[in-house]
């Protein structure tokens, strides 16, 4: 069965792709990008599937391309439903998904009502693509795992099997034909998602009940009841199969090709079940079934007087009982009718009238056709009642079902109201796409040639008129007139008809009349349509069934009362079908109507045959010529300028902006602006008086697009600012995470470190060195716990109690008493446990070092610590009743010693800091230690013989600097130039440095340094007049092609703006800066005299670092000891030993046999290396060691040395990380010492710790103007 879908402006058989053949698109991209409709999936089609594409507009081109395509199998073609899915009408080849989609769509995003009007002759597959619709809703209307939702969707779905059963049979034109209407509104909300139902049913043709003409059939419910009911309801009800009631095999067709009614009757139960029929209602509906098939096998007789008679008792007995009413009162309402005399409008007598058979079995079918379509009626009110909606309900999409036109030899009171009813539908068809479109066009003022059509209200007005009285109204009139005689009331019907004859669309032909429908001819047959528009029931039947027992029959299918004093006259059957008729047209107008023109490609239900004439009948009498006419001239598309700003505004910059409706000019320039600002072409639009028109439907769609496009750009750019917030935020938290970790490692050293100072209160000078930055004290400095190579060593040489840790390592030294001379210094290792102080001393013994713990002094013995107020490393443990006195130790880390100690004893321990110090020598002789200020003392102080020199400290309130900041690891050099240029930078580089405590005081609140006894630093050379930065000259040629390097020849000449100690100097050359690798070059005296040459290199060598653990293993310890300054070389072997003491110092300077430093001999030797493989041409080589002392040392200069990695950026003291410990107490109230948390064991090496320290003053080197002090000094 061939179908045209025509598009909800009645564009029929929409085609993706263009508009007008070659016509061509000017819709021009522009912000955001266009949609491209163009994109569509393009399958090869023959023939048009949008129709107004025709050259030709003719029914017979119409026809032929139909014919074409249904050929070619492009009508029936299998669509997967999800392919419509959010596609418009020109995406998608032609569907009725696509009509569905296009509805829902609609709804979602205009929100207005919408209705799919689907119409056709009977069997064009109107029922067919009412399904479709409704499975296509279902599917595409969201609703998730909302169970209320989707029990809406499974009961609007189920009631299609459920109707079906009772509302279609087997006609001779179709096996499943709708012998009613059927109009089903889906409510959804807001979200689009079904929330409720409404069914409306339009007069059941209940005449089926009680025949049907040859080869058809009752409706399917009763097959399905006699051949498939379950024992219960056989015996309950009498069932047996269709052969055995009169009402099912009269016509002599019990089965249908393609039905299986057994399985059916399955789907139907299930189907009840779904719309949720109770199993009590569903007896009730079979046992009412039952009792219409027993009443076609009710018989009458004629009796003796030649009056009517049951010819077998037991049927009504057995009918009666199915009632549930009197036998008497039933087998008397069937046979008897009741009169009532009327005088004058008075009532007079009653009386009883028996009837003959013909009158008693016009009642029995007159029950039988009441009981089933009351029964139909409730099914369709219950189903309602359970399809309520559920709240929320603001849209309907409705979809409407009706019986198609039709013609049969016999026609009678049903076809004239069907036809009507397809009369009606075409009239609205006509109305909204062919008379009001173009009435609209001329009221909107838009240029346009009229288009003749055949507009059938003519034949709707000669059914239903009132005046002058139409066919339904001669009808009544024939009804009240003569109302006891059916045959009379036939007569004067035919006598009212000759009033009509003057239509054109009329013709009386005796006992039979003609109308011209819209879609052909139909001769109706007059006799017993009075009687069938009268549709009253029998007041003896109403009455029968009050009576009944059974509420359902006295409540539910007939509660009406007789009012025997009530004048006015019942509604007749035509009242009821104009009235529904209407109601019906009023609420299709107020909805936005899709259409759907089935037609029908033959007359024997085969699905192959293509009856041309037939077909080519259709299409004349549906106006489809016509109506592509007028989609073809008209417009597609049009609303009000309002509207069409309020949904396009975001297209246009001037009328949108950032999602935010902000234009506040009239409607109609809004719209211009719209159209113009996306190049819309002219003739694609016209404005009229109150709405825009669009031509094509590809251009709204294009429009459609872009604003989708628009929104889903805004929802990406709303998901990508999302997921960076979502970024930053992991980013930050990890960032206060590592901060956390980084400070929980550190508050304990730092804390301690406070606590060290709190327990000296400001009362000892400071070293200078001590306040470059907040040194953590991290305690076990020589890597005790767990180093390896000379770590090793004192592990070794210690003896430990269990339980025994150890929390403090470093190098001291302590005071040794010589036989009839003073004591002096001697080196020593010292190693602080939790439990007490060990003192170790190494000898060597020919070439054998040796390292004995030499003193183990319990923490409980001490007593007390004292220390001078002086800058001294000089410490003094008093210890009670030892006979071998109080120990003195020198330590450059005393005051963490002191610290640690107090913390091993609870803060128990006494802390004395005196000018000068009484203790205790072996034997108990007390003593006083002397501490004497002496600037002439180079570095640190000098003991001799119970006096110690000492040049000045800083103040002892001073405070450090605030730990250093990790220096960042720039790759770049870029981002380093500009802080090479900065002028400030350079001065400060050039500029004589000032003292650093005065640099402190700068930034800090401290006093200045008074009375500062020691030198002051050289003055500075007098700046040179020109060149202002130094010069080198290079000694080899330096290729290199990377930024922020510059390349060189030999012997040209740099100045060199900065000495990076990693090898890589910042130099300057015909005005370009860049890095240089520093052992290419040696110093360059320029000929002409000047003041003073530039700092040497060596200068801004860094403090040693302490070397790794690793490099304790690998350096020979006794092969050459480098004594430390402050450490006077041993003359006395130390008690018990027989060999000198040796200065053997790991994390300060590695020694080796010629000097040399091993990182030094290994570069050489690299270099070397190097030399030798690569010749000439410099070969990349490992960042130079940056702990070195100094700048790279050149190798031999043979051949060029391979420069390392560029040096990272010196932190500069802006740029420096807050100190993450508060001020040292002095502002604030100090609270009374406390010994702080330790450090935990499980802390990194020390010699991380050292190194890191190592590292942040060299960092803090680069910072601070130069001293000419020793780097070695602390
Ligand atoms: N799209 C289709 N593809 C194939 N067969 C179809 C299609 N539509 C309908 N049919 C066939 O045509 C038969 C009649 O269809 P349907 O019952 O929908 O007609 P109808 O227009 O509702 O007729 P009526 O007015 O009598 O109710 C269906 O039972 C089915 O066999
Ligand atoms: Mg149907």
């Known amino acids: ?346 009532r007079g007598s009653v009386y009883e009238v028996p009837l003959n058979v013909t009158q008693a079995t016009s009642v029995r079918d007159a029950l039988a056709k009441a009981v089933y379509e009351r029964l139909f009626e409730w099914i369709v009110t219950r189903v309602n009642l359970s399809l309520q909606s559920r709240g929320g309900d603001q849209y309907v999409i409705g979809v409407l079902d009706i019986y198609g036109f039709e013609i049969f030899d016999d026609n009678s009171f049903e076809q004239l109201c069907i036809n009507y009813v397809n009369e009606k539908l075409q009239q609205i068809f006509i109305e909204l796409t062919l008379k009001a479109e173009q009435e609209e066009y001329v009221r909107e003022q838009i240029q346009w040639t009229p288009i003749q059509f055949f507009n059938n209200k003519i034949v709707c007005d000669l059914i239903e008129e009132k005046r002058p009285p139409g066919i339904f109204a001669a009808l009544n009139d024939a009804c009240a007139t003569a109302h006891a005689d059916p045959g009379a009331a036939d007569n004067s019907f035919v006598q009212r008809l000759g009033f009509l004859s003057s239509n054109a669309h ?117 106006g489809l010529c016509e109506n592509i006419r007028v989609r073809r001239a008209g417009y597609a598309y049009r609303t009000t300028f309002e509207k069409f700003v309020e949904r396009f505004y975001l297209l246009c910059p001037s009328t949108g902006y950032a999602g935010e409706y902000i234009w506040h000019g009239d409607p109609v320039s809004g719209a211009l602006e719209i159209l113009k600002h996306n190049n819309i072409p002219q003739d694609e639009w016209q404005m009229g008086t109150s709405k825009v028109f669009i031509r094509h439907p590809e251009t709204i769609f294009a429009l459609e697009n872009l604003r989708d496009k628009y929104w889903h750009n805004m929802a990406t750019r709303i998901q990508r600012a999302w997921r960076s917030y979502v970024r930053y935020k992991h980013e930050c938290a990890r960032k206060i995470q590592r901060f956390w970790r980084q400070n929980k490692y550190n508050i304990g050293y730092l804390q301690a470190r406070e606590y060290g100072h709190e327990l000296l209160g400001g009362r000892k000078e400071r070293r200078r060195f001590s306040l470059l930055s907040m040194r953590k004290f991290t305690g076990d400095y020589l890597d005790v716990r767990s180093g390896t190579g000379l770590a090793t060593m004192i592990r070794n040489a210690l003896t430990l109690k269990g339980g025994e840790e150890v929390v403090f390592s470093m190098r001291g030294s302590t005071l040794v008493p010589r036989a009839m001379r003073s004591s002096i210094p001697s080196p020593r290792t010292l190693v602080l446990t939790n439990q007490g102080l060990h003192v170790l001393v190494t000898t060597k013994n020919g070439k054998m070092i040796n390292m004995t713990d030499e003193k183990i002094l319990s923490l409980n013995v001490i007593s007390g610590v004292s220390t001078s107020t002086l800058r001294d490393d000089w410490i003094v443990l008093h210890v009670d009743n030892s006979p071998d006195g109080d120990t003195i130790l020198s330590c450059i880390f005393k005051t963490e010693l002191i610290t640690h100690m107090a913390q091993q004893t609870g803060g128990r321990l006494r802390v004395n800091v005196d000018p000068q110090i009484q203790y205790k020598k072996k034997g108990g002789k007390s003593v006083t230690m002397k501490f004497v200020k002496n600037e002439k003392v180079p570095r640190d102080d000098v003991y001799k013989s119970h006096v110690v020199n000492v040049p000045s400290g800083e103040p002892a309130n001073s405070a450090s600097f605030p730990p250093c900041a990790t220096k960042p690891r720039l790759t770049s050099t870029s981002s380093r130039k500009p802080a090479a240029r900065k002028p400030a930078a350079s001065a400060a580089r050039s500029a004589p440095r000032p003292k650093p405590a005065a640099s402190a005081a700068a930034s800090r609140p401290l006093p200045p340094i008074q009375n500062n006894a020691r030198a002051a630093p050289p003055p500075p050379p007098p700046a040179p007049a020109t060149p202002s930065l130094p010069q080198f000259k290079a000694i080899y040629p330096f290729q290199s092609e990377e930024s922020g390097e510059i390349a060189f020849e030999k012997d040209d000449i740099l100045e060199i703006a900065e000495k990076d100690e990693n090898g890589w100097w910042l130099a300057r050359k015909d005005g370009k800066e860049g890095w240089v690798p520093s052992n290419y070059l040696e110093e360059y005296v320029a000929p002409k005299p000047t003041p003073a040459p530039p700092p040497p290199p060596a200068r801004r060598a860094a403090p040693p670092p302490p070397p790794a653990p690793a490099a304790s293993t690998t350096t020979k310890p006794a092969a050459a000891p480098v004594p430390r300054s402050n450490i006077s070389p041993p003359s006395v072997s130390a008690p018990g030993s027989t060999t000198a003491p040796i200065p053997v110092m790991p994390g300060i300077a590695a020694p080796t046999a010629n000097g040399v430093p091993p990182w030094k001999a290994q570069l050489e030797a690299r270099k070397a290396a190097a030399a030798g493989n690569g010749g000439s041409a410099p070969t990349p080589a490992p960042r130079p060691v940056s702990s070195s002392a100094g700048a790279p040392v050149p190798a031999a200069r043979r051949a060029p040395p391979a420069p390392g990695p560029k040096p990272a950026v010196p932190v500069k003291p802006s740029t420096m990380a807050k100190p993450a410990i508060p001020a040292r107490p002095g502002a604030a109230p100090t609270p009374a010492p406390r010994a702080p948390p330790r450090p935990s064991s499980a802390s990194p090496p020390p010699s991380n710790a050292a190194a890191s320290l190592a590292d942040a003053i060299r960092a803090r080197r680069q910072q601070q103007p130069q001293t000419h002090e020793s780097d070695d000094e602390w």
């Open 1 to 346: 069965m061939a179908k045209a879908s025509v598009s909800p402006h009645g564009n029929k058989d929409l085609k993706k792709g263009f508009g007008k053949k070659g016509e061509k698109k000017v819709i021009k991209a522009s912000r955001p990008v266009r949609a491209d409709w163009k994109e569509g999936v393009k399958k090869k089609q023959v023939g048009v599937s949008d129709m107004t594409l025709l050259t030709k507009i003719t029914n017979e081109a119409i026809n032929e391309n139909l014919m074409k395509r249904w050929q070619n199998a492009e009508i029936y073609a299998n669509a997967t439903l999800g392919s419509y899915r959010g596609k418009n009408l020109l995406e998608m080849p032609p569907h009725v998904f696509a009509i569905a989609e296009s509805a829902y769509h609609h709804m979602s995003s205009y929100k207005e009502n919408q209705c799919v009007i689907i119409s056709g002759e009977s069997g064009a597959g109107k029922t067919e693509a009412a399904k479709r619709i409704m499975q296509y809703i279902a599917a595409v209307s969201g609703g998730g795992q909302n169970s209320s939702i989707q029990e809406i969707k499974e009961m609007v779905l189920a009631t299609n099997p459920l109707l079906e059963s009772f509302g279609c049979a087997k006609t001779l034109r179709n096996n499943n034909s709708s012998r009613h209407g059927k109009y089903l509104e889906i409510q959804f909300n807001a979200q689009g998602e079904p929330v409720g139902a409404v069914i409306t049913n339009y007069l059941l043709e209940k005449n089926r009940v009680v025949g049907q003409i040859e080869n058809e059939r009752n409706f399917h419910v009763f097959y399905q009841l006699t051949k498939a009911a379950p024992p219960e309801y056989q015996e309950a009800y009498g069932l047996q199969g269709p052969e055995s009631f009169l009402y099912t095999s009269r016509s002599g067709c019990l089965d249908v090709e393609g039905i299986n009614d057994v399985t059916e009757y399955g789907e139907t139960i299930k189907a009840m079940d779904i719309v949720g029929l109770q199993k009590h209602e569903q007896d009730e509906i079979f046992k009412m079934l039952a009792v219409v098939l027993w009443l076609g096998n009710l018989l009458f007789v004629e009796d003796d007087s030649g009056n009517a008679a049951i010819s077998d008792p037991d049927v009504a007995n057995f009918i009666a009982y199915l009632l549930e009413v009197d036998n008497e009162s039933l087998s008397k309402a069937l046979t008897n009718r009741v009169m009532e005399t009327q005088r004058g409008g008075r």
């Open 506 to 622: 009329f013709e009386s032909r005796g006992s039979k009349f003609l109308i011209r429908h819209y879609a052909g001819e139909v001769l109706y047959n007059v006799e017993g349509m009075t009687d069938k528009n009268r549709d009253s029931l029998l007041k003896d039947l109403l009455n029968l069934a009050a009576a009944s027992s059974n509420s359902f029959v006295s409540q539910t299918l007939f509660p009406e009362r007789i009012d025997p004093n009530s004048k006015k006259r019942p509604p007749t059957a035509g009242d009821k079908i104009k009235l529904s008729c209407n109601a019906l047209v009023t609420k299709l107008m107020q909805c936005h109507p899709s259409y759907i023109r089935t037609i029908k490609p033959n007359d024997n239900r085969s699905s192959s045959e293509f009856n041309e004439k037939r077909v080519l009948h259709q299409v004349q009498y549906l």
